[in-house]
C-alpha cells in the first residue's frame, strides 16, 4: 500500500471538511510515528533477539507501534474518534509519563516538556473544537499543564537528586516559562496554519462547485445546440423534399403542355385550315365531327391540367 493511501485510510467525499482534516492529520501521524519506531525496532533487533524485553520501557517502541498501526486500521473501517483517543491516551500515557519508567536523568527533565509540546501540537492536529470540543479542551489543558509543570512531575519520580543538579543551572521560574512559551508558540502557529488551509479548502471547494455548475451549464448548452442542429437538419431535409417534389411537378406540366396539350391544339388547327378550303358537304361533315374530336380531346386535357395544378397548390398549401 502506497504511503499516500495511508494518509488517506477512510477518507472520502462524503466526510465533513473539517473531520476530514482532521482525519487525514491523524493517518500522517500514526504513519509517522509507525515508521519512526519501525526505524528504532530495527536498530535494537539484535538486542531483542537476543535478551528479549527485560524491562516494561523496553516494550513502549513495540505498544506504540501497534497502537499507531492500529490507528490506520481504525480509520480505514471508520471508527474516527476511537483510533485517535486510543493513540492520545497511550501516548501520554507511554510518552510523556516516561519519568514513571525509567530513572530521572538531565537529559530526561529538558527532554519531558518537548514531549507536553508535541502532545498539545498533536491534539491540535487530530481533534476538532467545533465537533469534540470537551476533548480538545481537555486533552489541550492536560498537555499544556505537563509541559508547564514538567519540572515538577519528573521531581517527584526523582530518587537520584538530578533536579539539585538541574537548579544549579537555572531557576524553577525559567523551567516553567520556557516551555510554557514555546508550547504556546508553536500551537499559536499550527492554529493560523490550520485556518489558512480551513480557508484554502473552503475557496477550492468553492471553485470546483462553479466548475462542477459551469460544466453543468456547457452540458445542457451542448445538448440544446444538438437538439437544434437536428431540427434544422429535419427542415432542411423536408424543405429539400418538397422542393424536389415541385420540381417533378413542374417537369411534369412541362412535359405535359409540350406533349400532351399542343396534340390536340395542332389537330384544331388543322381542321380548321381545311374547312376555309373548298370542300364538299360530306367531306366538310367529316372534318367538323374531327374538330367536335378534337375540341373534347383539349377541354379533357385542360381539365387535367386543372387537376394537376389544384393538387400541386393543395399539397403547397399543406406544406406551408
Known amino acids: 500500500m502506497k504511503v499516500k493511501n495511508l494518509f488517506h ?9 473539517d473531520l476530514r482534516s482532521r482525519v487525514i492529520s491523524s493517518n500522517i501521524v500514526f504513519t509517522t510515528i509507525a515508521l519512526i519506531l519501525a526505524i528504532i525496532l530495527g536498530m535494537k533487533a ?13 516494550a513502549i517502541p513495540i505498544i506504540l507501534f501497534i497502537v499507531s498501526l492500529g490507528g490506520i486500521v481504525l480509520n480505514h473501517f471508520r471508527y474516527f474518534f476511537t483510533s485517535r483517543l486510543i493513540f492520545f491516551v497511550s501516548w501520554t500515557a507511554l510518552i510523556t509519563g516516561f ?22 501540537t498533536m491534539v491540535l492536529l487530530m481533534f476538532s473544537f467545533r465537533k469534540e470540543r470537551i476533548v480538545y479542551i481537555s486533552f489541550l489543558i492536560f ?7 514538567s519540572f515538577e512531575f519528573v521531581s517527584w519520580f526523582d530518587r537520584a537528586g538530578v533536579s539539585e543538579i538541574i537548579l544549579s543551572y537555572t531557576t524553577k521560574l525559567r523551567l516553567h516559562v520556557y516551555p510554557l512559551f514555546f ?11 490550520f485556518r489558512i488551509n480551513r480557508k484554502f479548502f473552503a475557496l477550492q471547494q468553492k471553485q470546483h462547485e462553479t466548475i462542477v455548475n459551469q460544466n453543468r451549464e456547457l452540458s445542457e448548452t451542448r445538448l440544446k445546440l444538438e437538439l437544434t442542429n437536428t431540427e434544422l ?14 420540381n417533378n411537378r413542374l417537369t411534369d406540366y412541362a412535359f405535359f403542355h409540350a406533349h400532351v396539350l399542343r396534340a390536340p391544339v395542332s389537330r384544331i388547327r388543322g381542321l380548321v ?13 367529316k372534318v367538323r365531327a374531327m374538330l367536335a374530336q378534337s375540341m373534347k380531346e383539349l377541354d379533357d386535357t385542360i381539365h387535367e391540367m386543372n387537376n394537376r395544378l ?3 397548390g393543395s399539397s403547397r398549401a399543406e406544406g406551408i
Open 273 to 285: 385550315n381545311l374547312m376555309n378550303l373548298p370542300i364538299d358537304p360530306a367531306e366538310e361533315k
Open 233 to 246: 437538419e429535419l427542415r432542411v431535409r423536408e424543405r429539400t423534399m418538397e422542393l424536389m417534389e415541385q
Open 143 to 149: 498537555s499544556f499543564l505537563i509541559t508547564v509543570c
Open 310 to 312: 389544384q393538387t400541386s
Open 99 to 120: 519519568p514513571i519508567w525509567r530513572e530521572a536523568s538531565v537529559y530526561g527533565y529538558f527532554l519531558h516538556p518537548m514531549f507536553g509540546i508535541v502532545s498539545s
Open 9 to 17: 485510510a477512510g477518507v472520502d467525499d462524503s466526510l465533513d471538511p
Open 46 to 58: 539484535k538486542d531483542y533477539w537476543t535478551v528479549g524485553i527485560p524491562v516494561f520501557r523496553a
Open 183 to 193: 508550547s504556546i508558540f508553536f500551537n499559536l502557529v499550527l492554529i493560523y496554519v
